[in-house]
């Protein structure tokens, strides 16, 4: 074994082990250079599939195991003595050479069971499209269509010998272990892939609160910000402003040189325009270098604290297997500890301005993030298509163009001009299809045109053309649904956020007439109360700042109308 300071870096049947000495129980785990993003859109899930499969010939053990697939990784790991470890492995590659098929059914059921439960992030959509690291935004439509040829293909190609990494916690590695998996090479890190013309970018939606990421080099500096960010936001919305309960930063490395920090502060309707100011107010000062000279020891003080604990280099062993998996080798844990003391306020402020280039805000539904710098994120396509061109039926001034390079909805603005969404041919991610004739076509952007014969009196010669060209992969059919009428509304893109609210001038100026009116009544009423009676100075002071007071209320709504007018 070579020493890697506290983690010892081999190999089993060809096959890199980390190995890092601890007493107690043994606990060990394999990790492919496989996950969520390296799938298709249209065949989300069948990762996960192959790792339930792995795992059914485990039963109900006496030792605690698991599975888990993430974005570019999957992990199966185990506690348990040396024996118990030992045949959970060997197990596992067993399985995934020969996976029992006559789960298949039963195992979708099982995904279908946990998808209804899951809760869907949508930064990463927006952020990436439907394609690689966006896929976690989407549900896993791949696995009631995908077969057991395409099951056992996926894990021939992925869950291969020189596409994984073993690490073990112990006394040793287990003597005696075989992996017996079958040859494959190593796996480069899924593409990134942008939907986003522009940084700083926003869009609003969500069940209130405000929610953040930023792409960030993958330093020192940039996890000490994480928690810099996290004390201050703590500080400011939930100690000072009262407005948040739960406030929160996070720092996940994507082992490509590259880290996301992702911040949350949530909000009660009532709260949200005090949130999203105070949370910006926040970015705001990191990115004009305050930085909290106690949060920086803190957060300094308790990542150091974490990297020399008894069990540090156990915990540190899952993310040293994805890195030796995307190519970086382990680092000593001296090294880590040197990099974390020569963080410098100047670094995290360097940081800040790093992440506020690349930055994506979500903010609650009917808000905005344009007066703070943030561009809105694209929920229409530049330009249409050219072809036939099918005309609602509902009289909404909506229109169907179905060409021979895509399709697009055509829309209207509130001003008149037209707007489009399109999905071309070559850029579809998926095809929703509905026994009823429906489709969905999704573009590798994340935009969405929805095709319905019925609203657009698409005939079945232009319907059978599209289909035709459409690549048969992307192709996902779906469980008959309940019609419902469609109305104008409806969006045209999958995460297209809400219009803004915003008052109509007939509306402002009779919000400004009544604070003008509020005024004048005032003037009368103490104009009638002086000529009627005998007030002193003090009196008539009083009783101006009263009527004035009560001026100020009614006039309030108008003054909050003009205030938001400017801002959205």
Not at 17 to 40: C, K, N, Q, S, Y
Not at 322 to 346: F, K, M, S, Y
Not at 513 to 526: I, M, P, R, S, T
Request: charged residues 20%.
């Amino acid at each position: 074994m070579n020493p890697q300071a506290d983690i010892l870096l081999t190999d089993v049947d060809g096959i890199p082990a980390l190995f890092a000495h601890t007493a107690g129980p043994m606990r060990a785990g394999l990790v492919f250079r496989v996950g969520v993003a390296d799938e298709t859109l249209a065949r989300t899930g069948v990762t996960h599939l192959v790792e339930h499969l792995a795992l059914h010939r485990q039963g109900l053990a006496a030792h605690d195991y698991n599975g888990t697939t993430k974005d570019a990784f999957t992990h199966f790991y185990t506690e348990g003595d040396e024996s118990q470890i030992l045949a959970y492995l060997q197990s596992v590659c067993a399985s995934l050479a020969d996976l029992p098929m006559e789960r298949l059914a039963t195992e979708k059921e099982i995904l279908r069971t946990e998808e209804s439960r899951r809760d869907r992030p949508q930064l990463p959509l927006w952020r990436y499209g439907a394609q690689g690291y966006g896929l976690a935004s989407y549900p896993e439509w791949g696995v009631p269509v995908v077969g057991p040829d395409d099951v056992r293909h996926w894990a021939q190609s992925w869950f291969t010998q020189g596409n994984a990494v073993l690490w073990v916690a112990g006394e040793r590695i287990p003597a005696g272990l075989s992996l017996k998996l079958p040859p494959g090479e190593r796996r480069p890190l899924p593409a990134v892939t942008s939907a986003l013309p522009a940084t700083p970018a926003y869009f609003s939606g969500g069940k209130g609160g405000v929610l953040l990421d930023a792409v960030v080099a993958d330093t020192a500096a940039a996890r000490v910000y994480a928690g810099v960010l996290e004390r201050a936001l703590t500080r400011a919305l939930r100690q000072e402003g009262g407005y948040s309960y739960t406030t929160a930063a996070d720092y996940a490395s994507r082992r490509d040189g590259r880290a996301v920090v992702t911040a949350f502060a949530d909000a009660l309707p009532d709260r949200q325009d005090a949130v999203l100011g105070g949370f910006v107010d926040v970015l705001a000062a990191l990115q004009a270098g305050r930085v909290d000279g106690g949060d920086l020891e803190a957060v300094r003080g308790r990542a150091d604290t974490a990297l020399t604990a008894p069990d540090a280099a156990v915990r540190r062993l899952v993310g040293a297997a994805e890195d030796l998996l995307a190519g970086r080798p382990p680092v000593p844990l001296e090294q880590q500890r040197a990099e974390l003391r020569a963080v410098t306020g100047q670094d995290v402020h360097a940081v800040a301005l790093e992440a506020a280039g690349t930055a994506l805000m979500q903010v609650p539904a009917g808000h905005s993030a344009d007066w703070a710098g943030y561009t809105a994120a694209p929920t229409t396509s530049p330009y249409a298509v050219t072809g036939r061109r099918f005309t609602a039926r509902d009289n909404s001034g909506c229109a169907l163009v179905i060409g021979a390079e895509g399709v697009s909805f055509v829309g209207r603005e509130a001003d008149g001009t037209e707007s489009a969404a399109t999905v071309l041919h070559r850029a579809c991610a998926a095809v929703l299809t509905w026994p009823d004739g429906g489709r969905q076509l999704i573009g590798t952007d994340g935009l969405v045109v929805d095709v319905d014969p019925d609203r657009y009196g698409i005939d079945a010669s232009a319907l059978a053309t599209l289909d035709a060209a459409l690549p048969p992969a992307t192709v996902v059919p779906q469980p008959p649904r309940e019609r419902r009428p469609f109305t104008p509304e409806q969006s045209a893109h999958a995460h297209t956020p809400p219009t803004p609210r915003r008052r109509t001038t007939g509306q402002t100026v009779a919000l400004l007439l009544w604070g003008v009116l509020a005024f004048l009544l005032a003037f009368v009423a103490l104009s009638v109360t002086v000529a009627r009676s005998e007030f002193g100075t003090g009196e008539w002071v009083v009783m101006l700042g009263i009527l004035w007071g009560i001026t100020a209320l009614c006039a309030w709504p108008a003054i909050r109308i003009l205030r938001d007018t400017r801002r959205g």
